[in-house]
Antibody
Framework: QLQLQESGPGLVKPSETLSLTCTVSGGSIGSSSNYWGWIRQPPGKGLEWIGSIYYSGTTYYNPSLKSRVTISVDTSKNQLSLRLNSVTAADTAVYYC??????????????WGQGTLVTVSS | DIQMTQSPSSLSASVGDRVTITCRASQSIRSYLNWYQQKPGKAPKLLIYAASSLQSGVPSRFSGSGSGTDFTLTISSLQPEDIATYYCQQSYSTLWTFGQGTKVEIK
């Protein structure tokens, strides 16, 4: 059974960089059939797609975050990473990593981590 | 960007009621539409993919339909454990987007 676990600082200061790691167990992050994503949810609000990374290394980012976000994969550690620069209070959210499942022609977020709350505050 | 609009934003229904949630895309997304259930304090869970395919392990009272721009999620007989917020999400574009969510409560 695939499991994902987010980790990282729970508190980040404004203007600094938010860095999170997602450790994958029960499967290989580098498999050619896998790709991955990050999603966030501000307290009391809905889900926002941050971006996705394919096994090839190709990335796609939410246009509203594109200038500040980097998603990468470390196959040696079986980890997915998220970096978000120049954070403000508006970046306070629960951050989820997820594996994208595929059935024929369509994709979806199939496995999710439990999420980690990141608060931006001085 | 493709915008996803859900209605209603919230609803209250009795146990055993049939519940329908609507999701509309700002342009055609064919059948690239997924539904998720999120219970308080938990990660979202995939219910339906490709507009109408039931994810393994999901109760058969959940069903999805639609194509193009208009989609529905139906709970045929609402159960107490179905209390949650439901989100649609499109994967037609490489830039994925979610609906704003529909909160389902028991009357």
């Amino acid at each position: 059974q695939l499991q994902l676990q987010e980790s990282g600082p729970g508190l980040v200061k404004p203007s600094e960089t938010l860095s999170l790691t997602c450790t994958v167990s029960g499967g290989s992050i580098g498999s050619s059939s896998n790709y991955w994503g990050w999603i966030r949810q501000p307290p009391g609000k809905g889900l926002e797609w941050i971006g996705s990374i394919y096994y090839s290394g190709t990335t796609y980012y939410n246009p509203s975050l594109k200038s500040r976000v980097t998603i990468s994969v470390d196959t040696s550690k079986n980890q997915l990473s998220l970096r978000l620069n120049s954070v403000t209070a508006a970046d306070t959210a629960v951050y989820y990593c997820a594996r994208v499942g595929r059935s024929g022609w369509t994709d979806y977020f199939e496995y999710w981590g439990q999420g980690t709350l990141v608060t931006v505050s001085s | 960007d493709i915008q996803m609009t859900q209605s209603p934003s919230s609803l209250s229904a009795s146990v055993g009621d049939r519940v329908t949630i609507t999701c509309r895309a700002s342009q055609s997304i064919r059948s690239y539409l997924n539904w998720y259930q999120q219970k308080p304090g938990k990660a979202p869970k995939l219910l339906i993919y490709a507009a109408s395919s039931l994810q393994s392990g999901v109760p058969s009272r959940f069903s999805g339909s639609g194509s193009g721009t208009d989609f529905t999620l139906t709970i045929s007989s609402l159960q107490p454990e179905d209390i949650a917020t439901y989100y649609c999400q499109q994967s037609y574009s490489t830039l994925w987007t979610f609906g704003q969510g529909t909160k389902v409560e028991i009357k």
